[in-house]
């Protein structure tokens, strides 16, 4: 009977945001309520903030903002329900990303109200890096869009944040070389990212046929997909676009941070990837499904212990360290991700 007690409390309290504890609504209420605080929420449909120009603290600020256009970008973000979490923006303005230093940023999310926009939930200062990080308590599970702002002169960027229960299944795949067919073409985006206007048309990097069913199959079955990328943070709205346009599904959008994570090699882009699997296994996530296609994709994955039988390479690497090896396309991979993605 005790532990009966015990259990009707930790649900009152569990679900405290819907129920008002010690009282006794209907059964199907209740029935409704737990549903609701089990089912992950998709809160993406807010307006976007319309903060007001608040002025900067520091003229030279106002001087930059002033000469160059904004490239702010908010990375997209994890986390458990209820636990602590952070999202980093950096605040950047003109094609060469001169930093905002020491102004106010503020982070806002939607909260699913439809009767409201965005509600700004962290305040902070950038630092002499044009880093802004915004720690909180993360919602309940669910998909939440988020912007961070400049109060100085109200411009945007926008991110997303996936909050995910321990023991959630997700998959992780590569970009370049795994979805593009070649590595190179994180170069062309670059080039075409800084200097489009001397080209004619924008370029639009080749995909391998059978990646964005791959990616659908998964997302589709409730299995979120994790883009995880040594491309650098400019590049990552260029990312979105080009995942969203290419019809691959939506998913968590993981870009470098720092130049030196770009390199190609184990230091690089091998160890970044590597860090970042770990703190994804640290929030209790089962990596079910892994793609690449480099040798520090290979090295990464073996690194945090992903199965070779679930870890699938297309190109020169493919079969490396006894992964599975894809050749051509992602069409051979797809059975097994129709069957797997049943039951992950």
């Not at 100085?152 to 960027?157: K, P």
Request: net charge negative; proline share 6%.
């Amino acid at each position: 009977m005790l532990a009966c007690v015990r259990s009707a409390v930790a649900v009152c309290i569990a679900l405290s945001p819907l129920l008002a504890c010690g009282r006794s609504p209907a059964a199907a209420e209740l029935t409704a309520a737990i549903a609701s605080a089990a089912t992950p929420r998709r809160c993406e449909d807010a307006r976007a903030p319309e903060p007001a120009a608040q002025g900067f603290a520091h003229h030279r600020s106002g001087w930059i903002a002033a000469a160059a256009s904004p490239h702010h970008v908010l990375h997209d973000g994890f986390a458990n329900p209820g636990a602590s979490t952070t999202l980093l923006a950096k605040i950047t303005y003109g094609e060469l990303g001169k930093d905002l230093e020491d102004e106010a940023v503020t982070l806002w999310i939607d909260t699913c109200d439809p009767q409201r926009s965005a509600t700004a939930i962290a305040h902070v200062r950038a630092d002499h890096d044009g880093l802004a990080r915004f720690t909180f308590v993360a919602p309940s599970a669910g998909t939440y869009r988020t912007w961070v702002s400049v109060d100085g002169d109200g411009t945007l960027a926008a991110g997303q944040l996936f909050v995910w229960a321990p023991g959630t299944a997700i998959v992780v795949s590569d970009i370049d070389g795994t979805l593009t067919t070649t590595d190179d073409e994180v170069t062309i985006d670059v080039l075409d990212e800084y200097f489009e206007d001397l080209r004619e048309g924008e370029y639009a990097a080749a995909a391998y046929p059978g990646g964005a069913e791959l990616t659908h199959l998964w997302h589709d079955a409730g299995v979120p997909v994790v883009y995880l990328t040594g491309r650098p943070y400019w590049l990552v709205e260029h990312t979105r676009t080009w995942l969203h346009e290419g019809g691959h599904a939506p998913g968590l959008v993981h870009t470098t941070a720092r130049h030196r994570d770009v390199v190609p090699n184990a230091d690089g882009v091998g160890a970044f990837k590597a860090a970042y699997l770990r703190e994804l296994q640290a929030a209790g996530l089962r990596i079910v499904a892994a793609y690449g296609n480099a040798s520090t994709d290979v090295a990464a994955y073996a690194a945090v212990e992903l199965a070779p039988s679930q870890t699938f390479i297309i190109g020169p690497h493919a079969g490396e360290g006894g992964t599975v090896a894809v050749h051509g396309d992602w069409a051979a991979a797809l059975p097994w991700a129709r069957d797997r993605a049943r039951a992950p």
